[in-house]
Every structure is written in structure tokens, then in C-alpha cells.
């Protein structure tokens, strides 16, 4: 039992360090040949990025299985990693990821300091005002709660009156603060923190009732041999699904129109569902590639 605390702790850790901007590598062991250059793509690259050989992606390496840091505590592995390394294969570029925090990603990207973000950033209405969005995945927001579920959550109307941790900027963070009208004289008292990791902690060591995740990460937690002893989802029910979007500057046509090419050669050639397979998340499948389909 000590092990297995060490190891969930050393988990929990390793994810709080999204506080800091760092260069890391991406994985890319898990995407085959099947993914070919593209070299009329690559000629209608921004200029910055065929000088450089490189397209810089923003992400948050805390929200396994779509990122994390592999046990080196450097490389980032995960579905996103793994689908970004596609598009540079077809776009005939270097892929580099850089851990950094999600409530500056937007401002980042558009100010053009990084290319792009693979960040599980849900496609909102209010967020395509200051970017725009590649779409390639779909999930809605999960309830976390502890082992034994102590606190009795059974959804969202059971969070009147408890203590809810959850990630600062997040559109779960959102669904909570229109969640409290429902509450009347119970208001749930929400915890917001600067990364989901922190906020499981929060949940971990009984000081929270719950944490909102997007479901692919939530379900993860509740599987996962290394974290399912202390978390389980209260529920099946996934709220508000939504799509997940690569963000580029808003001026950024050139990139965008690349990069959603670019995407629809991965699945075309079934990587992008073999990646999805391979991560456990094909019920997150697009069929078609979107822009700025937020709803």
C-alpha cells in the first residue's frame, strides 16, 4: 500500500508543474509510417515556421491520457502529443512541446509567442472572439469524486453545499458558476486552482467533495492502476459535451488553413483512429474537421 500511495503522489506531482513555461519532447513512438509528407502543405506554411523547421504547441502536461510526462519527468506523451507528432509528419516539420499554463495559453498564442496549443481547450463562443479553433475531438465534463464516493455526489445538483475544486478558466469552472442558481440557500462553495492537479489534491486529501473534469481524464483517474484507489467518477453522465480545438492567432489564417488540412490527412489515413484506439478514447472521434465549431 506504501508503494502505491508513493506512486499516485509522485503522479499528482509530476502533473502540478504546469505553473512554468518549459521546453519538453513529445512522443513518437506511437505514430507509424502510415502518416505521409505533404510537400504542398508544407509550402504553405508561415514563413517562421519553414525557417525554423518547427511548430511550437503550448500544452499542459496533467491531463493524462490526453498529455503527461512519461516517467523521465520530460518527454510528454499522450493522445494530443502523439496527434500533433502526426501533423508534423505530413507538414514535414519539427514538433515541439512546451509545458505551460492554461489560463495564459490564449494570450500566448495570440500575441504569436507559440504557434499553436494542444491543451484538451474546449471551442466556446467567447473563445473563438480571441483565437481561432482547429476541432478534432468530442467529450463533455465528468464528476470526480473520492474512493467510496464519502460525500454522496451523485451529479450536479447534488454539489449544493459541498466544496467543488476546479481548475481556473476552465469551462468547467463556467458550468459551476451557472450550476449555483439551482442551489438556492446551499451555494456550492468552489475551490479554483491553477492546475487540475492541484485541484485533485484538493479532492485527494478530503479538503473538496469533488473535481470537474472533461471525461477523458476523469475516466482515467477512475481506471487507472495508479490513482483508481483514490478516485471514481460519481457518475456515468457527461455534461455539456463539447468539442476540443487546436487554437491559432486569429491573424493566423495561413497556419490555420495548414493545420486543418493537415488534420484531415491524419484521419484519412487512419491514424488519427489508431491513435485514438491506441489512447482509449475513440468515442471522442470526429468525423469531419471543423472550424471554430463551437455551439
Not at 149 to 168: K, M, R
Not at 217 to 241: K, V
Request: charge should be neutral; glycine fraction near 8%.
Amino acid at each position: 500500500m506504501r508503494k502505491i500511495i508513493a506512486a499516485a503522489l509522485l503522479v499528482l506531482a509530476t502533473a502540478g508543474c504546469g505553473s512554468s513555461e518549459m521546453s519538453a519532447t513529445a512522443s513518437t513512438a506511437s505514430v507509424d509510417n502510415s502518416v505521409q509528407f505533404d510537400q504542398a502543405l508544407h509550402d504553405k506554411l508561415p514563413l517562421s515556421v519553414r525557417n525554423t523547421k518547427t511548430l511550437r504547441f503550448l500544452t499542459d502536461a496533467s491531463y493524462a491520457p490526453m498529455e503527461q510526462f512519461a516517467p523521465d519527468g520530460r518527454t510528454i506523451v499522450g493522445f494530443e502529443p502523439d496527434l500533433a507528432d502526426a501533423l508534423g509528419r505530413v507538414l514535414g516539420v519539427r514538433v515541439q512541446m512546451v509545458e505551460g499554463s492554461f489560463q495564459t495559453t490564449l494570450d500566448r498564442i495570440a500575441d504569436g509567442t507559440y504557434d499553436a496549443a494542444f491543451m484538451s481547450m474546449t471551442d466556446t463562443p467567447a473563445r473563438e472572439k480571441r483565437v481561432d479553433f482547429i476541432d478534432y475531438f468530442t467529450a463533455g465534463t465528468s464528476i470526480v469524486v473520492q474512493r467510496g464516493n464519502p460525500a454522496g455526489v451523485s451529479g450536479l445538483d447534488s454539489l449544493c453545499g459541498q466544496i467543488v475544486a476546479v481548475e481556473q478558466s476552465t469551462t468547467q469552472a463556467d458550468l459551476l458558476r451557472r450550476s449555483q442558481k439551482q442551489c438556492g440557500g446551499r451555494p456550492i462553495q468552489i475551490i479554483q486552482t491553477k492546475t487540475n492537479a492541484d485541484a485533485l489534491l484538493q479532492l485527494r486529501t478530503g479538503r473538496a467533495a469533488a473535481v470537474l473534469n472533461d471525461y477523458p481524464p476523469a475516466s482515467h483517474l477512475a481506471t487507472d492502476n495508479r490513482t483508481s484507489n483514490y478516485f471514481q467518477l460519481a457518475s456515468t453522465a457527461q455534461y455539456e459535451p463539447g468539442l476540443f480545438g487546436i487554437p491559432v492567432a486569429k491573424g493566423n489564417t495561413q497556419l490555420r488553413g495548414v493545420l486543418q488540412a493537415a488534420l484531415e490527412k491524419v484521419i484519412a489515413s487512419g491514424t488519427y483512429a489508431d491513435l485514438l484506439a491506441r489512447w482509449g478514447l475513440s468515442d471522442g472521434a470526429v468525423k469531419t474537421v471543423t472550424v471554430n465549431g463551437a455551439h
